[in-house]
């Protein structure tokens, strides 16, 4: 979805719907709120850059159930845990090392018997 | 509700004022002297100047973060938790590391289904932050044992480890942390779909913003046209394809003309073939010529596991069954018998990346081929030749008609089928699911941000900017190179890092003479370069 198409149909629909009268939030016109002294932050290690670690719902059923409105009335929930994908660098019999990811959850794959296709 | 939604959304697109380039914060959610705060010392080394591995590796991460935040705009920051934990790592594999989007939001535009959009493309679209500043858009984990010892003592993948230089120079042997960043936060940007791709199912019955521009060549159907049946036939049927407008626009810019075996004489066809890791690269140049079967006098003579006698293969393309040793022992028997270059013939269905093997060095060009390929040319033998040969108007990595096509192997491989480019393409590619050494995402993104701009990112369409000043480096082009981008990402890292501001321009100097020297910027703009860069305090 483009933003400019969005754009024209706003216009469009603002005029239907009588919304020309919508105010924009203060906060619409920028959160850009971080500068280089923030990303030194992080660099450094420093206490501002770091937080408690969020971790995902583990299902796609608890992932439905994080379901909420949130801001402007647009709907949220969050991306199951397995749907979260790992990177994994698979070490085989005949000296190949391949990568692939690997839901959360399921076993690396058996160490291939010679010849096996990967 | 939907009415609700569409009034939401639309009225504050309307509004959402000028973009900015995108804020890419990485969050550390590691604890004191774990992961990014590891305080073991290492030493600076490829163009990254932290002095432990902790910094090391927050730098790497600050600069991929740096590098994807130039390339996009978005008004809202873009908080990605980072963290290092002992993942899983044994004999048999490595989780190197995994990342996804935190939150997901349910956007509607007139003519489509409500639709799932990632959060941080839904947060640009939007032009506000929908969490209210609060949360991470995106979540990132990588494995701190690898290439160290794990939890217990063991050792985790020995000679392995992660390289965390930002030169693209990666050693053999290691993975580079740099690539791997940007391969896993690209998928929190935007580059997954959220389906169940083993039972079908859209996630919680709502399409998304990625798979809309899915296509199955097979059946000829949308990703959404199908049923969920269709959908679990289609992500093994090795034929899934792309169709974004600006993907499909850059596909000719960013892949090569696809090539061939191509067997004459005795026996003929085209044949579809696999690379390997050893070796100088297989060219139309050193890949062609007559083919001889190996024996080795062996049980089993033709898997070439043993030395063959000086000279057999003189000048030959030497073919050898795959099995019982690693794809460069053969290799390197058969060149140590004279083989100019050397085919290995599967023994199953399909081609496959063949590995390197520590204990011999060959440097004999190599290539596979399918099993019953290799028949058809064993049935032709001798007489037989074979060489690399392009397809005219055929791309590598795209279907007949352009698209560029996505990875869907069979069996599935769960969180890796649908989400990435083929394996085919080339030259490989950022978003495929293979971290390869001749990445070098510090430069080139190839199509990932095409396909962003086809989800509704918008890219940045400027120059380079540093404290305001223009570089005259375009920050990405067409094609995926972001040169400009690793301008801005480099002067943020030399400006956290320099003491003065003479050690800033000190850094920033020798940054655009390797530039220059690499051919990557011309003179006039390493010159306009370290001209911004003595303005910029």
């Known amino acids: 979805m483009k933003p400019r198409a969005i754009k024209q149909v706003l216009l469009t629909a603002a005029a239907l719907l009588g919304a020309a009268s919508i105010v ?76 692939q990811h690997l839901a959360e959850g399921e076993s690396l794959p058996a160490q291939d018997k010679q010849g096996e296709v990967k | 509700m939907k009415k609700t939604l569409l009034l939401s959304c639309l009225s504050a697109a309307l509004f959402a ?46 600069f991929a973060a740096d590098l994807w935040g130039a390339v996009l705009q978005s008004n809202a920051d873009i908080r990605v938790q980072a963290s290092f934990q002992a993942l899983r790592c044994d004999a048999t594999g490595t989780v190197l590391g995994s990342a996804g989007t935190s939150p997901i939001y349910i956007l509607t535009e007139p003519g489509q289904p409500d639709t799932l959009y990632h959060g941080a493309l839904a947060d640009a679209l939007i032009g506000e932050d929908l969490q209210g500043g609060t949360g991470v858009d995106i979540i990132s984990r990588f494995n701190a044992s690898y290439g160290l010892t794990n939890p217990d003592g063991s050792a985790c993948s020995p000679g392995s480890g992660w390289y ?59 990703w959404y046209q199908m049923t969920n049946a269709g959908r679990m036939a289609a992500v093994v049927g090795g034929n899934l394809a792309f169709r974004g407008p600006d993907v499909t626009a850059q596909v000719p810019l960013v892949l090569d003309e696809k090539t061939v075996v191509r067997a004459s004489g005795t026996a003929s066809g085209d044949f579809v073939y696999g690379t390997a890791s050893f070796g100088v690269p297989a060219t139309a140049a050193n890949f062609s010529g007559s083919v001889v079967l190996v024996n080795d006098g062996s049980a089993s003579p033709s898997q070439g596991c043993f030395a063959s006698p000086a000279g057999a293969y003189a000048g030959k393309v030497a073919l050898v069954d795959r ?20 085919l290995v013939a599967n023994n199953a269905s399909g081609v496959i990346s063949m590995g390197e093997d520590a204990s011999v060095a060959a440097t004999v060009p190599t290539l596979s081929i399918s099993q019953a390929d290799g028949a058809t040319i064993k049935a032709g033998l001798p007489g037989v030749n074979v060489a690399i040969a392009p397809v005219p108007g055929q791309l590598q990595g795209a279907d007949s ?3 560029a096509l996505l990875y869907a192997p069979n069996p599935v491989a769960q969180g890796s089928s649908f989400s990435h480019y083929d394996t085919s393409t080339g030259p490989n590619a950022l978003m495929e699911p293979a971290i390869t050494a001749s990445l070098a995402a510090n430069y080139n993104v190839d199509l990932t941000p095409a396909l962003f701009s086809d989800e509704g990112w918008t890219l940045n369409p400027g120059n380079a900017r540093i404290g305001g000043c223009d570089t ?59 001209s911004c860069a003595a303005k910029n305090r």
Do not use: W
């Open chain 2, 323 to 342: 099995g019982t040793c690693a794809f460069e022992i053969k290799a390197k028997f058969a060149e140590d018998a004279g083989a100019k270059a050397v």
């Open chain 2, 401 to 403: 008609s352009g698209y």
């Open chain 2, 472 to 530: 005259g480096v375009p920050v990405v082009q067409e094609g995926g190179l972001i040169i400009g981008a690793n301008v801005q990402a480099q002067s943020n890292i030399c400006e956290i890092n320099a003491r003065n501001h003479g050690a800033y321009q000190s850094c920033m100097a020798a940054y655009k003479d390797r530039l220059e020297a690499s051919g990557l910027v011309n003179s006039a703009q390493a010159d306009r370069i370290a």
């Open chain 2, 164 to 222: 965390y230089g930002l030169d693209g120079n990666t050693p053999a042997g290691k993975t580079n942390f740099l690539n791997v960043v940007m391969h896993e936060i690209a998928h929190g940007l935007g580059f997954s779909g959220f389906g169940n791709v083993l039972n079908g199912a859209p996630l919680a019955g709502y399409q998304d913003i990625y798979s809309r521009f899915v296509h199955n060549n097979v059946t000829n159907q949308g």
């Open chain 2, 17 to 62: 004022g000028n973009a900015f380039a995108a804020n890419v914060i990485p969050i550390n959610a590691d604890p004191a002297g774990q992961g990014l705060n590891d305080p073991t010392p290492l030493a600076p080394g490829g163009g990254n100047p932290g002095t432990s591995i902790g910094e090391q590796r927050r730098i790497a991460y600050q």
């Open chain 1, 24 to 99: 924009v939030p203060a906060a619409a016109q920028s959160q850009n709120g971080k500068n280089n002294r923030d990303k030194a932050d992080f660099v450094r290690g420093n206490a501002t850059s770091k937080a408690k670690r969020v971790t995902p719902p583990k299902t796609e059923q608890e992932a439905v159930a994080t379901r909420r409105v949130a801001a402007r009335g647009i709907v949220e929930l969050q991306l199951p845990e397995d749907r979260m994908v790992n990177l994994v660098a698979v070490h085989h019999a005949d000296g190949t090392v391949t990568y």
